[in-house]
């Protein structure tokens, strides 16, 4: 089970940290993706982790601004976005897939509460 906490309100060009907590799985053995899904869109993929290589990839409308990392002694994930914009205003989700590189695949399990981030003035 994945859990996905640190969202909050921001201002525009403000800076947030999620994290992604694992319970009942070792992280170290996945890729790890995040997703957001802002009000009226659909969901769209953000970044994501090989956690045994360390590989990344990003969604080209947050590359530079946002870094996705893992910390396989607390089993956790982190994002890291910085230079927030009203845009990225969204519900963040966490989710196991397959990831390299060129990108990740799609996950069709359960999806959790997801972190609420709010880029606003």
């Known amino acids: 089970q994945l859990q996905a906490s640190g969202g909050g309100l921001v201002q525009p060009g403000g800076s947030l940290r999620l994290s992604c907590a694992a319970s009942g799985v070792t992280l170290g053995y996945y890729g790890i993706a995040w997703f957001r899904q802002a009000p009226g869109k659909e969901r769209e993929g953000v970044a994501c982790i090989n956690t045994p290589s360390g590989n990344t990839a990003y969604a080209d409308f947050v590359t530079g601004r946002f870094t996705i990392s893992t910390n396989n002694a607390k089993n956790t994930v982190f994002l890291e976005m910085t230079r927030l914009k009203p845009e990225d205003t969204a519900i963040y989700y966490c989710?196991?897939?397959?990831?390299?590189?060129?990108?990740?695949?799609?996950?069709?399990?359960?999806w959790g509460q997801g972190t609420q981030v709010t880029v606003s003035s």
């Open positions: 989710a196991p897939v397959p990831c390299d590189p060129s990108g990740w695949g799609p996950y069709f399990g359960s």
